[in-house]
């Protein structure tokens, strides 16, 4: 059974950092594609990071150079690790995967198929 369960959320000001965590059953977490995406309530969802089975990592421009995505596989663990947040990055986090033939291209975490139940991140400026 997939199953993503998200932590590390929470509330600051402009130029803080925050990491989240994301802890994947194992079938889950040896699925291809691992990433994060958020929706703000403005706003449609939309991929923030993912990275593949081979490490390959991908952003969206918007945060390419403050965030990074990474992964543990001894814990089964995602991290999304957020520097210089801004008042625009407010939204609910949410890990995800997807499942592709290795070697594909991930595409944007938004169209994942497995979710989380997402967590809050809120910056005020």
């Known amino acids: 059974e997939a199953s993503l369960v998200e932590s590390g959320g929470g509330s600051g000001e402009a130029g803080w950092s925050l990491r989240l965590s994301c802890v994947a059953s194992?079938?889950?977490?040896?699925?291809?594609?691992l990433g994060w995406a958020r929706h703000a309530p403005v706003n449609e969802r939309e991929g923030v990071a993912s990275i593949d089975g081979d490490g390959y990592t991908n952003y969206a421009d918007s945060v390419t150079g403050r965030f990074a995505v990474s992964k543990d596989s001894a814990k089964n663990t995602l991290y999304l690790q957020m520097n210089s947040l801004k008042p625009e990055n407010t939204a609910m986090y949410y890990c995800?995967?997807?499942?592709?033939?290795?070697?594909?291209?991930?595409?944007?975490?938004?169209?994942?198929?497995?979710w989380g139940q997402g967590t809050q991140v809120t910056v005020s400026s």
């Open positions: 194992a079938p889950t977490y040896d699925l291809y594609c």
């Open positions: 995800a995967a997807r499942d592709i033939p290795r070697g594909q291209a991930c595409p944007g975490a938004h169209e994942f198929h497995y």
